[in-house]
């Protein structure tokens, strides 16, 4: 079984930064990819960014330029700093793991984290 402990969300103002944080605990084998969705109100859930253990990146092109991802493979931590933040980014933001292990691929969801962007 795999934990997913998120922390990092909160109340910024437009203009504002908070970096989001993950940490993956449990089975999880050395082929994986971690990263982040949103889902905003109205709206289905989209790709944010992810990250996977060799390096590879992929951004949403709503945030690209204002977020960059990395982590840290000896601890299975994932992190979002962003940056520019704006109204339209508010949403709650869950973190997410794709991990190969015992013959299969396996996905994870965490509880999720409240970001709103607002005066």
């Known amino acids: 079984q795999v934990q997913l402990v998120e922390s990092g969300g909160g109340l910024v103002q437009p203009g504002g930064s908070l970096t989001l944080s993950c940490a993956a605990s449990g089975s999880i084998g050395v082929a994986n990819t971690m990263g982040w969705y949103r889902k905003a109100p109205g709206k289905q859930r989209e790709l944010v960014a992810t990250?996977?253990?060799?390096?590879?990146?992929n951004y949403a092109d709503s945030v690209k330029g204002r977020v960059t991802i990395s982590r840290d493979n000896a601890k299975n931590t994932v992190y979002l700093p962003m940056n520019s933040l704006k109204p339209e980014d508010t949403a709650v933001y869950y973190c997410y793991l794709w991990t190969y292990y015992s013959g299969r691929g396996r996905n994870y969801w965490g509880q999720g984290t409240q970001v709103t962007v607002s005066s």
């Open positions: 990250i996977t253990s060799g390096g590879s990146t």
